[in-house]
């Protein structure tokens, strides 16, 4: 394990950066960007990182409050929700990410909607995006809107709770999982799209990841300092893990399945903003650094060795050593 303060590069972004994708190959890291503290609608935009350099090679406009980023499988597109706020309405912007530029703005709710979870399926084809409750849809319910790639269009929408935090999809592709701040997590089967909602007493409204097997998912929440194992083929709760008093903002699997990496803000815990846990145990098997600020998204490289998370406080992104 590296020391305690090995912290590899820090790099600023210039805006509060919130969550983190990598392209596949690893070559480029795309971290959404916002400003809270900021006179009139919150600023938006997107971080290039070049991994090679550590570098921010490009900063990309899209609207307010961007909650997400996914990139395409084959590395050309990055997908990122945000709210318009000239036109009041959710939107998903793709990115060019060889010429860093908005090629297309896809319209996915209306006014009161704002979009709050992105994925992708595994073949590219399609994008889930969840979002809030609008103003003129039924009490109670929000939906999640699945894009056709090639065209750029809503190929349709699926009634969802009404305010979803993230979204995932299995490795398989077989099916999407809405995370909710004020209710059970939805299954979306994407062949038929029908919906289950198996896992009452899951923590709800954190982020979720899988294992690259897609046969255990694990799920942090802001307000917790536990990480939840399931086995997704039949739902069943098989491990907690704590991760000592912190309140966890995000979780990736690393690509050969053995690790996980949880950050944190700083809560008791003060000062460990990621840790590393073995999936095979379940046991936590190091933090890797420290720094006075917090974490928040992370991605890891294909290799698994390092990992680059937004620190939300200090307005950079911190590159991290964290294999074992």
């Not at 809270?36 to 997107?46: F, H, I, K, R, T």
């Not at 062949?191 to 896992?199: G, V």
């Not at 690790?259 to 903003?273: D, S």
Request: hydrophobic share 40%; net charge negative; proline share 7%.
């Amino acid at each position: 394990m590296p020391s305690s303060t090995d912290v590899l590069a820090t790099i600023p972004v210039g805006l509060e950066p919130r969550w983190v994708a990598r392209t596949p190959a690893g070559i480029r890291v795309f971290v959404t960007l916002e400003d809270l503290s900021a006179d009139g609608p919150d600023p938006g935009g997107v971080a290039v990182i070049d991994t090679q350099t550590n570098t921010v090679t490009a900063t990309i406009a899209v609207g307010s409050r961007p909650s997400g980023v996914v990139i395409a499988p084959d590395g050309r597109r990055a997908y990122v929700p945000n709210w318009d706020s000239a036109h009041g309405q959710g939107v998903v912007s793709v990115i060019d990410t060889d010429t860093s530029t908005v090629v297309a703005t896809i319209v996915v709710s209306g006014r009161g909607g704002g979009p709050n979870g992105v994925a992708i399926t595994p073949n590219g084809r399609h994008v889930y995006v969840a979002t809030e409750q609008e103003l003129a849809m039924p009490e109670g319910q929000g939906k999640v809107s699945v894009i056709d790639t090639a065209t750029n269009t809503v190929l349709t929408t699926i009634p969802g709770n009404p305010f979803p935090s993230t979204m995932t999809i299995t490795p398989s592709g077989e099916f999407a999982y809405v995370l909710d701040n004020d209710g059970s997590p939805q299954v979306i089967d994407t062949a038929t799209h029908d919906s289950t909602f198996p896992l009452g007493g899951l923590i709800t409204n954190g982020r979720m990841a899988f294992t690259p097997d897609g046969l255990q998912a694990y799920v942090v929440s802001e307000g917790s300092d536990l990480i939840e194992v399931f086995e997704v083929a039949t739902f069943r709760l098989v491990a907690v893990v704590d991760v000592f008093g912190g309140n966890s903002t995000d979780v990736a699997v690393t690509r050969d399945g053995r690790h996980v990496c949880v950050t944190q803000r700083p809560g008791k815990a003060l000062r460990r903003p990621v840790w590393v846990v073995d999936t095979e145990t379940h046991k936590v098997v190091g933090s890797p650094a420290t720094w006075t600020g917090s974490a928040d998204g992370v991605a890891v490289t294909p290799d698994g060795s390092t990992a680059y998370v937004a620190d939300q406080r200090s307005r950079a992104v911190r590159v991290v050593a964290v294999r074992p």
